[in-house]
Every structure is written in structure tokens, then in C-alpha cells.
């Protein structure tokens, strides 16, 4: 996946570890929900089972009468026959490890509410637990988090891509279903071996078959070119695509080649513009000095250098319009990156953009 863009800039684009798992945690039938959230933490209960302990049936997990004992401290509910409580103490004990040794700072976190209507992701911060309680929850260990997207509506996600909410366990490691998280979390990623591009169709009316089949050829038309324009031997020949196109849907391109994604997910924030400096981001016009090998540089001199990739570009612009394609949110974030190593402070909002805007038109005149 090797590139030639700046790699100042690329080094903020979402990055996942073929090392990082992803978890769903429940909260107590949501009870919990929003003091995790509000809190930047998930808990466990079964507080009568000590760290100390856990870290001795931790580092001596053969030893079946301390796993025994331990297990019997559990509190059960009183409604319980023995068979019942067995298997409850003995699950409970390994949902405690699970969550002690096997959630580790990089991991994925999901918590649903009552009923799962709302989900909240996060990146998990350190490995170790930390002890503490207090009125709101009196589970003692914890682990802390950074919410990277809170409530989000499931109902507003394909059915497919949150199968993982079925899994009632307290613990769930759900890493099989990492694709279909990234494809909720980013609009484009890497992980070691690929680049992910994720575009969002949000058009609810029927699509054309035949329409769809020319968006589709002329997004990969574009992909190799933008690659072999690149670098002239970087053709992917295991580019691929997922559909999951319900109207509203998604698009997911996989590559081993991130450039031509990049360029492409670049297409759905730029609307037009020469190219030469002059950009519409964020809907406003901004002039900029186009620094070298940035992604406003490699569209810029590729759209310059024949006339039909400047028409396939107009063209992908048009298919994007008309399938009503979400801009990508990370591909933004770096050209917003971009324009601030050029401007020298952060680019917020539209005010910002305005200001630069008139700071550069002040200066070439």
C-alpha cells in the first residue's frame, strides 16, 4: 500500500491492527449505558471475586480447585436450582477473565442501551483494570474508553451489519464481524494488508440497474488509472467491492493499492473546482498553494494531464451527485489536515475556509 503522497498527512487516516478485537459489552439491560458513556469507562460486576484473585487463576489457569473456589464465591440468583447456579458461577468466572486479560488497550468496545436501540463505540485506552466505584455504579472494575461514536441509531444500519447485537453473554468478542463495524466507523481505513474505501449511498428511490452498472465501471476506470498514474505498475488486479446497497446503502472497495481509493473517497468531498488551487470544500471556495505529493497535488496533476480523466472526473462528480453519496468524513478530515499545513492553523468550518479564502486572494493580488 505504499504511496507517494505525504505521509505527515496519510499518518491521520484510520488505521486498524490485524491485532485489535472487537467486543460488545452489555450494561445491565442499559442501566448502565449512560453512566458508561458519561463516564469514558465499561464495568463488571461480581465484585466479591478480588484482582488478586482473578490474577491467580489468571497466571495458574489449570488449577481446578481454586478455579472451584473462586467460582463459588459468585453470588447467584436466588431463584437458581444447582445445576443453574454451576453453570452461572463457572460463566460468570470466565466473562470476569475475559474481561481482565482479554480486552486490551487498541481494542473495539460496543455497548448497547435497553433494547439496543442506541450503540456507542470506543477505542479501548489501557489494558490493566481500573478499581473504583461509586453511587451511580458500584461495579468495581473497569476499563477506560474513548468514544468515538455515541447513540448511534442501529435502526438506521442494515440488518446484516449488526448481527453481533444477538450475543447476550455479559463479554462478547465479536471480531468476526470487524468489517461490518469499520464499515459503521469509517469511511476509509487501512488495516496491514489493505485500504478500505466506504461509500455511503443514501438515495432511497429505486436505483437503475444500467446506471449503477456505469457508476460501478467508471469508479474502477478511475481507481487503476489514479493508481497507474501514480506509479505505472501499480494496476491491482484483486481490487474488490462489496454491495450492500438497500437504498440507502453501501459501496466498500478493498485494495492492496490505497492511492486510487484515496483519490476517489477525494472525489466526494471536492465539488469541481480547477483543481489548479482553487477548490470548493465543504461547499466554499478556497484558494490554496498546493503543496507537493498532497492529495490536492495528485488530483490537480492528474486531472491536468489528459482531457478524459478531467471528463471521468466531472462525470464521477455527476454519478456521485446523482446517487447521492455521502462525502467521505476521513478523506475530508485530510484535506482539512492538507490546507492547514499550507494555512497554518485548523480548518473548522466554513467561517475558516471564508477567511483563508479571502487571506489568499488578498495576497495573489
Known sequence: MDTNLDKEILKDLPFISKRTKYWLIRTNSGYYYDYFVRNNCIAIGWNEISIYELNQLHQDSNNKELKRKLACKINYPAHYNERSRNTYRNRSLKQLLKFAYEIKKGDIVIIPNNGSFYLSVGVVEETPIVLKSDQECDYEKRKSIRWIKKDMIRASYDYSVCKFIHSHQTVNNITEYSEKINSILYDFYFNESKAYLVLRVKKKSDISAVEMSDFYSNMVEFIQDFNLFEDPNGKDDNLTVKFQLQSPGTIIFASIIAVGLIGLGAATVLAGGDFSGKFKVLGADVNLKIKPNSLLDKIAQYKMSKVERAER????????????????????????????????KPINGLKDLFEINNANNETNN
Open 313 to 344: 472526473i466531472v462525470e464521477l462528480q455527476k454519478q456521485m451527485k446523482h446517487f447521492e453519496i455521502d462525502p467521505s468524513k476521513d478523506i475530508r478530515k485530510l484535506i482539512k489536515a492538507e490546507a492547514k499545513s499550507v494555512v497554518g
